[in-house]
């Protein structure tokens, strides 16, 4: 910030300096023989444009500097924090995988589906109506263990008595782990393995 502060002063001395000699020069050229004016154009307009990069320069290190300090405030603020947030996808940490789920009105009957990379149904669980938390230890129809760090997506289907109303995403619940920032917009880290942008997110 100082490199900057004092290149943009550098900048203003030189600037302020070519105003005065051009000054002389056009009070001092010979009046049958003036001097060309379009040179003293051209300088003043490189002297206006290297001034302006230099507060270019200046307002985006500020800029940098404020993006650095709202990361640090954001960190205090959520890592550590339990948070929800929907998503169909998650990989399967190695441990369980909570998440969470509140039946709509007029569904009698809510069956969690959960398939591999492939389309395949890996599991398959009708959920208890009178609980919203709910989580997945990784178990497999057939008896195996889901894939650490593998990819699975969680649907569930909707019903009233036989007739099909829809599927539904369950909301990940989970703990921050990091913060960050890409392309100026912050995400959370989370333990579950996923990263998700701050507006879409809610704090349990």
Do not use: C, H
């Not at 600037?15 to 051009?22: C, D, Q, S, T």
């Not at 444009?49 to 960190?75: F, H, K, R, W, Y």
């Amino acid at each position: 910030m100082a490199t900057v502060s004092s290149a943009t002063a550098n900048i203003g001395s030189e600037f302020n300096n070519f105003i005065k000699l051009l000054t002389a020069q056009v009070r001092n050229q010979d009046p049958l023989s003036p001097m060309d004016s379009t040179q003293f154009v051209e300088q003043l307009a490189t002297f206006s444009s290297l001034e302006q990069l230099v507060n270019s320069n200046s307002a985006l290190t500020n800029i940098a500097t404020m993006i650095s300090d709202l990361t640090g405030l954001m960190a205090s603020e959520w890592l550590g924090q339990e948070i929800g947030f929907e998503s169909a996808y998650r990989p399967f940490t190695g441990e369980a995988a909570e998440f969470s789920y509140e039946a709509p009105g007029g569904t009698t009957k809510s069956v969690l589906s959960i398939t591999d990379a492939d389309g395949n149904v890996v599991w398959s669980e009708t959920l208890d109506p009178d609980q919203t938390s709910f989580s997945w230890n990784g178990e497999l129809t057939d008896g195996g263990t889901a894939t650490k760090d593998a990819m699975y997506k969680f649907t569930i289907d909707r019903y009233q008595d036989n007739t099909y109303l829809g599927a539904s995403v369950p909301e990940i619940t989970t703990r921050v782990t990091d913060i960050i920032s890409e392309n100026g917009t912050l995400r959370l880290g989370t333990k579950a393995g996923l990263t998700v942008d701050l507006a879409q997110v809610r704090k349990l």
